[in-house]
């Protein structure tokens, strides 16, 4: 059971679709990331509706740890390696741009999400030495992000911590998944948008006009526009050749607020697979890792015992004064890239219909670039970053 049980969050309305409908938008997907698309196509005036075959706030929504984070997992060293260096500078700095708007987006719509802006610590691990997370911090000061590379005496008179070396960054966002998503389709639905669940999409046919969408409980929905945030979960006309799934693991303690460490700062390896941790508002402290490359749920959950096990025995190596024992436990997949960056925009040979895909651990910050994104192709806009995420990068 995810962590966020312990913490309510407000009710989203669904109702069930028994007729056949029509509107400008229609987002299949009810989780983060269709609730940040609602609400920002709402906002730009569209009329919008959103389907989801669980229900709101379901699927990946519910297992993320939420470290809302602008640093994406691939470091943009070796992001640079792999798409240029300028390439990589822009889409770390779209990134921070990211997290920056989401903070005032939750700010002007007064969305109580627990947010908390929050420093971040990139330890030295078995993919980079201190040397390299020398070079990592140069690199992205050069590109206009600050960072603060900290010695294993910086770092453990600073943190309390044992290690070689670290990264230190600063603004990113802890907050609470769930009640971020409610809040945002909230939103969406005062704008008139309209949630049916459960309902499933079976089929979409397309044409220069806009699109059919076909649903196994009968009824069809026309649109201008089709919008996939599915997750991992891909309809087959959405390629899938640099996507791949990963299985992860997480943990979360009682409450413990005196017990956290200074600045309760996000922690993250660099490492692989690496082990991730954030403080919640009340003191409980998060923990997530032991990835593993496969989707069998059934394979997935049956681990978790174990993967708790070791997640507890890493935070207890690494913060001895602690209460490292798991009060939840629970596991979850998603969906990620070769480069760790997102894949967002239109479906090739379709020009109506956009996909969201890719998110690695950036889950909430990739969201809302892709809220940007697509809201400005369905405005007949061009974003300057758009090939930066395009699905036939």
Same mark, same amino acid.
């Given at each position: 059971?995810?962590?966020?049980?312990? *913490?309510?969050?407000?009710?989203?309305?669904? !109702?069930?679709? #028994?007729?056949?409908i029509k509107t400008d938008v229609?987002?299949?997907?009810? %989780?983060?990331?269709?609730?940040?698309?609602?609400?920002? +196509? $709402?906002? /730009?005036?569209?009329?919008?509706?959103?389907?989801?075959?669980? %229900?709101?706030?379901? %699927?990946?929504?519910?297992?993320? $740890?939420?470290?809302?984070?602008?640093?994406?997992?691939?470091p943009l060293v070796k992001l640079s390696r792999m798409i240029g260096h300028e390439a990589a500078r822009q889409a770390w700095r779209r990134s921070r741009l990211a997290v920056f708007n989401l903070k005032g987006r939750v700010e002007a719509l007064d969305l109580n999400c627990r947010m908390k802006s929050t420093w971040s610590l990139y330890l030295a691990g078995t993919s980079l030495g201190p040397s390299e997370l020398n070079r990592e911090a140069e690199a992205r000061r050069y590109a206009g992000i600050d960072a603060s590379y900290l010695t294993r005496q910086q770092l453990g008179d600073q943190f309390g911590i044992e290690r070689s070396a670290a990264i230190v960054s600063y603004?990113?966002?802890?907050?609470d998944p769930r009640k971020?998503?409610?809040?945002?389709?909230?939103?969406?639905?005062?704008?008139?948008?309209?949630? *049916?669940?459960?309902v499933e999409a079976v089929s979409a046919e397309d044409n220069r006009l806009g699109v059919v969408v076909a649903t196994r409980e009968g009824p069809t929905i026309a649109a201008k526009h089709l919008v996939l945030t599915t997750g991992y979960?891909?309809?087959?006309?959405?390629p899938s050749a640099n996507h791949r799934v990963i299985s992860t693991w997480a943990m979360a303690t009682a409450p413990q607020p005196r017990r956290i460490w200074p600045h309760a700062a996000m922690i993250w390896e660099a490492s692989d697979p690496y082990l991730y941790l954030r403080a919640t508002s009340d003191g409980r402290?998060?923990? %997530? =890792?032991? /990835?593993?490359?496969?989707?069998?749920? =059934?394979?997935?959950?049956?681990? #978790? +015992?174990?993967? #708790? !096990?070791?997640?507890?025995?890493?935070l207890a190596e690494l913060f001895p004064q602690l209460d490292v024992r798991a009060e939840f436990a629970w596991s979850?997949?998603?969906?990620?890239?070769?480069?760790?960056?997102?894949?967002?925009?239109?479906?090739?040979?379709?020009?109506?219909?956009?996909?969201?895909? =890719?998110?690695? =651990?950036?889950?909430?910050?990739?969201?809302?670039?892709?809220?940007?994104?697509?809201?400005? #192709?369905?405005?007949?806009e061009v974003d300057m970053d758009a090939g930066l995420f395009a699905l036939d990068q």
């Open positions: 059971m995810p962590v966020w049980s312990a *913490y309510r969050s407000r009710t989203v309305p669904t !109702d069930r679709l #028994t007729r056949d229609l987002i299949v997907g009810m %989780g983060i990331s269709g609730a940040m698309m609602a609400e920002a +196509l $709402t906002r /730009d005036g569209h009329s919008v509706a959103c389907i989801d075959r669980r %229900g709101p706030l379901k %699927g990946s929504t519910a297992a993320t $740890t939420a470290l809302v984070q602008f640093e994406i997992d691939q603004d990113n966002l802890a907050l971020l998503t409610s809040g945002l389709l909230l939103a969406a639905l005062a704008r008139k948008a309209r949630f *049916y669940a459960p979960e891909l309809l087959d006309m959405v402290v998060i923990c %997530g =890792g032991e /990835d593993e490359e496969f989707i069998d749920e =059934g394979r997935r959950d049956a681990l #978790t +015992l174990v993967k #708790t !096990d070791r997640l507890m025995k890493k979850g997949s998603f969906g990620t890239t070769t480069t760790g960056l997102p894949i967002i925009g239109t479906v090739p040979h379709h020009p109506r219909i956009h996909a969201v895909m =890719g998110y690695g =651990g950036n889950g909430i910050t990739f969201s809302q670039i892709a809220s940007e994104l697509i809201s400005a #192709t369905i405005a007949g």
